[in-house]
């Protein structure tokens, strides 16, 4: 097999345009967030154990400070990144994740030849792999040139701390690790392609009034408000929306999200059992305390005028959202939009 072949074959096999990543950078972003977070906190609390500790002889431990000197500042522009890359696309919000695989990786690396500590480093090499795949979504090249990479570096130090069977042990949980993530990417293809079909059949029309169809029949929910709050996240286009600020849009700017918390519960109840019902899937998306939609899992006329369709843009007549206040801020927007086509 050439390169050329090769290259045919992955693309036909794993490969996924960033137009159709949204909800996985989305979904990248935050748990970037989370992990970033609790990653800077580890390293403030490390770094006051060595000082409280170690205080009189420091420099026994000049290596660790200098590995925590590296990572806590790439940890803090991780956080910073992941949290003000809300409204960018698929390749801004997943740079967060790649650089949290980057850092774990290379970890395994300086605890193993720079810290004396071979164990945590074998351990933390381990980790790295299987936990990047559960926590995150990425081209499967990256990660596999990377996992590969590293395994590679540490083969040296883990034969001389541990022997030839801990060797074998790093190559096999390689190869699984590999194997993994391609069997991830395609499984997300093939789910891809699944809402695609969804798409057909699943409709948010946003020109004039809010309404949302399934197989050209309206949705109907138990409560006024549901349909608020799922037009509220079509307009936001796939970005996550937290909690407090859904109760703001829904009960007013003054409400207090503690007393108004069972009733958004309520809401979110009555979303996935409507569009379970009818056995719509991922599409609307409650992830670490966010809310958000899929833009991959429905057709909208406002995601296509976004996109620049010449038709949909000349179909706008100046109404969005009709019966909803907060939807008046994009009208001006639009209308904008639609003179410069």
Known sequence: MNLKEFKNK???????????LQNVG???????????????????????????????????????????????PI?????????HSKDRGYEKKSISAYLIVFVWLSAS????????????GFVAFYLAGFLSLI????????????VIVTAIILVPGVYENFGFLSVVDIFVATIIMVE????????????????????KSLEAKTFGN?????????????????SEFLAYLIYKNGSSVKTKEMVSVLYGEHADSEHYGASLRNLVVDIKKSLSE?????????????????????????????????????????????????AEEAVGFLEKKTLQG
């Open 135 to 146: 926590l995150f979504s990425f081209s499967p090249l990256y990660y596999c040139c990377e």
């Open 26 to 72: 989305e979904s990248n972003r935050l748990s970037s967030l989370v992990v970033s977070s609790l990653l800077i906190l580890s390293d403030i609390i490390n770094f006051l154990l060595i000082f409280i500790l170690y205080h009189s002889h420091l420099a026994d431990q000049r290596n660790y400070l200098i590995y925590l000197c590296i990572y806590t």
């Open 109 to 120: 690396v300086f605890n193993l030849y720079f810290i004396n500590s071979p164990h945590n």
């Open 75 to 83: 940890n803090i522009y991780t956080f910073l990144h992941a949290r």
């Open 210 to 226: 809010f309404t949302l169809l399934y197989d050209d029949k309206v949705i109907k929910f138990s409560r006024s408000k549901s």
């Open 180 to 199: 993994l993530s391609l069997y991830r990417r395609r499984k997300e293809k093939q789910f891809i392609l699944l809402m695609k079909k969804q798409k």
């Open 10 to 20: 992955y693309h036909d096999k794993y490969y996924i345009p960033y137009s159709a």
């Open 278 to 326: 009818l056995e719509i899937q991922n599409f609307f998306v409650k992830e670490y305390n966010n809310f958000r939609i899929n833009p991959e899992a429905v057709k909208c006329d406002y995601y296509d005028f976004l996109a620049g369709d010449p038709k949909t843009i000349k179909s706008f007549a100046g109404e969005f959202m009709s019966q909803y206040s907060w």
